[in-house]
């Protein structure tokens, strides 16, 4: 009688405690947080946020996790969300004054800053889980976590020194040189051959502006034919343009990319009735890492270590306080 009492005592308590509490866990979108694997101490960074106009002290990690989240969707393969961590990582040590760096040279006092067109973009956590909203952004800031904190203290050096990471969204077919853009040639910073960003959809873009508006944004007399308004001078190995002349004068690739809102500069044109017609091929500036690049490699099942090591060649990634 005592053991059937015991038993049935038993079962009640599995059934009204431990099954709804199993339940109720197996049905928490929230995972618990894997604890931080650290190469080192934690290190504050002083981060200018623009659309707050105030500097912000935080841990380096987290200020990684937020570029991380702004700059790569956080639906691509998990190694390449890794690479993207180790080479923001390291865009940020070059620039922190703790290491020498120089800082932001726009916002004096911090060591970065959160505008795009200058630095590495930046949100935080609340910001990305309104623009993921409530369904996926649980999910999607584990992945960035699990990115982070897999790869905690990594950064890339060049002959023992922290290499300058750029990176862009599409190739379209082949890097750049960094001479070829910034008249400054690294070592590692040269051209690729990359047929891995063919699913990026700024992989091919065609890009259609009247004649007039051309001639209009280059200062130039609207014309019928694009010759009166421009000619390519020199292109790179790789199809990019680098210099071009109009009536205003010689422009850097660069410079004529941004006066007609070009995604890239490796591009080909062609008259249609009243319009200049561009097909552009790739979007950013071309010259490292390539983001849906390493998307594609890691598909192939490259790891974060042969991603940098493709894009930036003769580079080692070793932790930051390394003994």
């Not at 040269?190 to 004649?211: G, M």
Request: contains cysteine.
């Amino acid at each position: 009688m005592k053991k059937t009492l015991a038993l049935t005592t038993l079962g009640l308590f599995l059934v009204l405690i431990i099954l709804p509490a199993v339940l109720v866990r197996g049905l928490n979108l929230a995972a618990p947080r894997r604890e931080q694997v650290r190469l080192g101490p934690a290190i504050p960074i002083d981060v200018f946020i623009v659309a707050e106009n105030r500097i912000q002290r935080m841990d380096l990690e987290e200020y990684v996790k937020g570029v991380v989240a702004a700059e790569m969707p956080a639906s691509f393969q998990m190694e390449a969300l890794k690479a993207q961590a180790v080479i923001a990582r390291t865009y940020a040590v070059l620039r922190m004054r703790v290491f020498g760096g120089p800082g932001c040279t726009h916002y004096p006092g911090a060591d970065i800053c959160t505008d795009h067109t200058r630095s590495q973009a930046w949100k935080s956590e609340a910001e990305m889980r309104q623009i993921w909203g409530a369904f996926n952004a649980g999910r999607w800031w584990r992945r960035i976590e699990q990115a982070v904190e897999d790869t905690a203290g990594l950064i890339v050096v060049y002959q023992g020194a922290p290499i300058d990471p750029v990176y862009h969204s599409t190739c379209g077919g082949a890097t750049e040189a960094s001479g070829n853009v910034w008249q400054q040639h690294l070592p590692y910073l040269v051209s690729v051959t990359c047929d891995w960003c063919r699913h990026s959809p700024h992989y091919r873009r065609t890009v259609e502006i009247p004649l007039s508006e051309v001639a209009a944004r280059l200062g130039a007399v609207p014309a019928a034919s694009p010759s009166s308004l421009f000619s390519v001078v020199t292109t790179s190995t790789t199809g990019r343009v680098m210099s071009v002349s109009t009536p205003a004068g010689l422009l850097k690739g660069t410079e004529f990319r941004s006066l007609l809102g070009l995604p890239s500069t490796r591009f080909t044109w062609e008259v249609v009735g009243t319009n200049l017609r561009f097909q552009v091929s790739g979007h950013g500036h071309g010259v490292g890492l390539c983001q849906y690049g390493a998307d594609g490699l890691a598909k192939s099942g490259r790891g974060f270590l042969e991603i940098i090591s493709f894009y930036y060649p003769g580079v080692t990634v070793r932790p930051l306080f390394d003994e």
